[in-house]
T-cell receptor
Framework: EAGVTQFPSHSVIEKGQTVTLRCDPI?????LYWYRRVMGKEIKFLLH????????ESGMPNNRFLAERTGGTYSTLKVQPAELEDSGVYFC??????????????FGSGTQLSVL | AQKVTQAQTEISVVEKEDVTLDCVYE???????LFWYKQPPSGELVFLIR??????QNEISGRYSWNFQKSTSSFNFTITASQVVDSAVYFC??????????????FGKGTKLSVIP
């Protein structure tokens, strides 16, 4: 069974450019999460989708970040325009639902974003 | 507010040694969940264990064991007879169940474990 897949694995862009990260969750997982680890800091929650709906986007840093999950399958996270402080590793995770009480969260390998 | 502290940034041990990774957490919630994840060189975070706040029993899984102590707000992880394959970054995480079915995990900064052959 395929795990959570993220594309690209690495992205290097210049400040002011746009970047789109993609996440393909495990098939059948309605819940999809985005997390981010900025250099030297903790991994932090960004947002949570249930199917195509945003369940919780309280962790999104600002309106330069736009996440979508059309059709409830894969998700994209667009950063426009990118700033230096956006550099870090962006993780995607998926689960079948139920929250931390019952379910396991499966993470992808992350996208390493470098903004120069 | 929730917080997870992993005071050990990096640890190096020689193969077959035992090693304990420390995790201290802060939360005001009475119901919460604690996790350990392993991040091997391939990058993905691999789930190791979940423990809820009402279950203080220690757990052993092969060479891995976990010691949960509410009195000290700690959830430490011990690897017995370490192996080179245990080399990875290990993250402790906390989630206070919001009731919304959402995993909003609070992570520690991670401990990088290097097992030297």
């Amino acid at each position: 069974e395929a795990g959570v897949t993220q594309f690209p694995s690495h992205s290097v862009i210049e400040k002011g450019q746009t970047v789109t990260l993609r996440c393909d969750p495990i098939s059948g997982h309605d819940n999809l999460y985005w997390y981010r680890r900025v250099m030297g800091k903790e991994i932090k929650f960004l947002l949570h989708f249930v199917k195509e709906s945003k369940q919780d986007e309280s962790g999104m840093p600002n309106n330069r970040f736009l996440a979508e999950r059309t059709g409830g399958t894969y998700s994209t996270l667009k950063v426009q325009p990118a700033e230096l402080e956006d550099s870090g590793v962006y993780f995607c995770a998926s689960s079948t639902g139920g929250g931390p009480k019952n379910e396991k969260l499966f993470f992808g390998s992350g996208t390493q974003l470098s903004v120069l | 507010a929730q917080k997870v502290t992993q005071a050990q940034t990096e640890i190096s041990v020689v193969e077959k040694e035992d090693v304990t990774l420390d995790c201290v957490y802060e939360t005001r919630d009475t119901t919460y969940y604690l996790f350990w994840y392993k991040q091997p060189p391939s990058g993905e975070l691999v789930f190791l264990i979940r423990r809820n706040s009402f279950d203080e029993q220690n757990e052993i899984s092969g060479r891995y064991s976990w010691n949960f102590q509410k009195s000290t707000s700690s959830f430490n992880f011990t690897i017995t007879a370490s192996q080179v394959v245990d080399s990875a970054v290990y993250f402790c995480a906390l989630d206070a169940y919001s009731g919304a079915g959402s995993y909003q995990l609070t992570f520690g900064k991670g401990t990088k474990l290097s097992v030297i052959p």
